[in-house]
């Protein structure tokens, strides 16, 4: 929680000079948020986003290139030299910056011979917050001994991760950023009694395929709830699925109208993704920081970052689900005085200003 929310300054440590290496994401700002939380804290912050030209629009000479070249082709090696522009780019800013601290938020497209370059031009802790399963992605295993500090949104990876060298392995749970995701969100238009934005994560392509989410939300789309979904894969999903009526957007939101539709559904609906075994994924906190009340799929890390059901309700099954979704619907002065509560514990613990702190204080001590 920032000071300007009116809790007490967390304790500060000097300034640093800190280099945060985060995603580029076309509809979140999670690097953006870490750099915030920083900046609050007092710190000179350089901001660093791979993966931004693998995202951008292609141009009329990319477009001639793909098609001499043909999709597949034009499609890898456009990956490739997105990759190899992103290790360049990292060791040049580390080098012209002269940080203190490396934060690397995720960093799958970074090589474990760029991190162990990296590492011999700086004298401080070189960092990872990794909010995924990590044995995902070849280069963020392969890099585990180079860190000084591997931060986990996830604790149950932490076992393997140490087994595969890592140095210090710590629980860092996933926070809200209260500027975006705030009670001040623009009204929208089109808020429905259950609301849920993401993928489908049933062919994601790079990722291993579930379906548990999928299945989630269809037994919720077939009791004739208003339900609301945007997000990509739904679409694609076979022509039986009654979720598939439910789409209203095919991409995800930007941030901040995630925070509105939000505000404007009696109901956002939390599903996480099986990788998410002990933790608990952004949405949790961003939705309890716009005081939106969420039914969440119940992760044993929640009740330790909250209260259920106190400040949040959580459940186990589809069946449970819909019953609760039935009963909050009809006691709206109940879901209102939930999602307050829930609000006031992620201003008061769960925002990245206080989560940096805590990180800043244990790798500098």
Known sequence: MTAKEGSPAPARVRS???FVAGPWWDTGTLAEYVTAGFRDLGHDVRLFLYSRELNAPIGFRDRVRRRLSGESRFTLERIFDSAREDNVRLLDGVDEFEPDLVLVIKGEVFLPETLHMMKARFDGPLVQWCGDNPFWFPNIIGSVGIYDWFFLADDHYAPDVSRQGAKRVEFLPHAADPETYSIEADEVNGGADVIFVGDSRHQMGHLPENWHRVEMLEAVART??????????WDALPSDYTVRNCLRGRTLLPARRVAAAYRASKIVLNVHHPQMVNGCNMRTFEAAACAAFQLVDDRP?????FDPPNDLVTYSSADELNELISYYLSNPD???AVAARSRERVLRRHTYTERLNGLIEKVTR
């Open 16 to 18: 640093l000079r800190i």
């Open 224 to 233: 004739g709830v208003d339900l609301a979904v945007y997000g990509r894969g």
């Open 301 to 305: 890390s929640l009740h330790d970052l």
């Open 334 to 336: 109940e879901r209102g």
